[in-house]
């Protein structure tokens, strides 16, 4: 059985730094395409960051030069480290594969960007 764990968000001001976490279990990161994705109240769901099995990475617009996706095969996990966080970047984190699979979605991790 697949699960996917996030961990990693809070409360951040503007300007700030969180590193999120996706801890994986039933499947190997290392040998499957992966991503991040965000969603706001009100808004779709969105891909922040992929990666590749060839360890390829690709940011949406809105987290280019701020966002750095990685994973760590060793420890089956994933991660995002998102720096000069902005009041838009406020949203519910998850990780699944890329394309996403509706039976993979966990619970996500909550970033909340505020002064």
């Known amino acids: 059985q697949v699960r996917l764990v996030e961990s990693g968000g809070g409360l951040v001001q503007p300007g700030g730094s969180l590193r999120l976490s996706c801890a994986a279990s039933g499947i190997s990161i290392r040998f499957s395409a992966m991503g991040w994705y965000r969603q706001s109240p009100g808004k779709q769901r969105e891909l922040v960051a992929s990666i590749t099995i060839g360890g390829s990475t690709n940011y949406a617009d809105s987290a280019k030069g701020r966002f750095t996706i990685s994973r760590d095969s060793a420890k089956n996990t994933m991660y995002l480290q998102m720096n000069s966080l902005k009041p838009e970047d406020t949203a519910l984190y998850y990780c699944?594969?890329?394309?996403?699979?509706?039976?993979?979605w966990g619970q996500g991790t909550q970033v909340t960007v505020s002064s």
């Open positions: 699944n594969l890329q394309p996403s699979l509706r039976a993979y």
